[in-house]
């Protein structure tokens, strides 16, 4: 490190640390000296000064610190490899996509897409990173990512945006021998009496506040989830009803089955990106092709 500053290649020297739990097999991974190695780490505690790794006879675990700083260190190196991948870009089409973004039936169109880049250009690759909206959102704003595909009514004055002409409809979710199973749908007085699963996020619940309307105080709220898989198991193995978009839960593989909601509920799909940047030429065709696909 020159001048005291933390640079790029010790960054990387650092990740490899974390991912491999030791120093001998990142030294061999990076095709460096495992002594020079350790060095670098040491000297890049020094200077931070903290410990970034609790040390043990075969393997590394990360302290706190050492986990914050391997946070901000794959956003640092992702927004390096990006910057850098820009500025040497012209008319190829190459590089990394990142695109982020939660579970819903209308990635369909979205993977169809980057099926069909990936086949027509074989020097691109891709990266998904799963997340609920307000952590998609924040990494669009960041730069870290490309793309983020949000579900849900969300003010997006930030952003440009695309709407996707899939919606997602939300059902109700619960196991096979389930009192409620044997109704065709489900109503708001239908749920006061049994415990809820639903996501986090804000908007959703405030969604479900005014579809209960005067009943929202009798609902019990179990858990709260950003994904639906763990949260399907807990209904599978509870009388508890997990509210969720249609079509994301395995419901053979944990005794599930789903009933529609009565009045319906849907959140709309929207693409985003970040206002006032330059686009990868990768980036660009992507946004052709989705483009191209809402007009077939």
Request: charged content about 20%; hydrophobic content about 40%.
């Amino acid at each position: 490190m020159l001048g005291g500053k933390m640079e790029l290649r010790v960054l990387r020297y650092y990740l490899a640390v974390c991912q491999e739990k030791n120093i001998t097999k990142a030294a061999e991974s990076l095709h460096i000296a495992q002594p020079s190695l350790s060095t670098q780490i040491k000297d890049l505690e020094k200077e931070l000064g903290v410990t970034l790794f609790e040390r043990g006879h075969r393997q590394i675990k990360l302290t706190q610190e050492g986990y914050f700083l391997r946070d901000r260190a794959q956003d640092l190196i992702a927004m390096a490899d990006q910057t850098e991948q820009i500025i040497q870009s012209s008319n190829l089409i190459s590089g990394t996509l990142r695109l982020g973004a939660g579970e819903a039936s209308a990635m369909l169109r979205i993977m169809k897409v980057i099926s069909q880049i990936a086949k027509d250009q074989p020097n691109t690759d891709f990266q998904f990173i799963d997340g609920n909206a307000d952590d998609v959102e924040s990494m669009v704003n960041a730069g870290t990512l490309d793309f983020g595909v949000i579900m849900g009514d969300r003010p997006l004055e930030n952003f440009e945006s695309l709407i996707l002409p899939e919606r997602n409809e939300f059902v109700a979710v619960l196991n096979n021998n389930h009192p409620l199973s044997n109704q065709k749908k489900l109503m708001p007085q239908d749920l006061v009496n049994f415990p809820i699963i639903i996501s986090s996020q804000t908007l959703v619940t405030d969604k479900f506040r005014n579809w209960w309307g005067n009943l929202y105080d009798q609902v019990k709220i179990l858990a709260q989830n950003n994904l639906a898989y763990n949260a399907s198991i807990l209904a599978s193995e509870s009388n508890a009803v997990q509210i969720t978009y249609d079509y994301l839960v395995n419901e053979k593989l944990f005794n599930l089955t789903s009933r529609p909601l009565s009045p319906k509920v849907t959140d709309p799909n929207i693409v985003i990106w970040k206002k006032n940047v330059h686009r990868s030429n990768l980036a660009n065709l992507f946004l052709q092709k989705l483009r191209e696909s809402l007009n077939n």
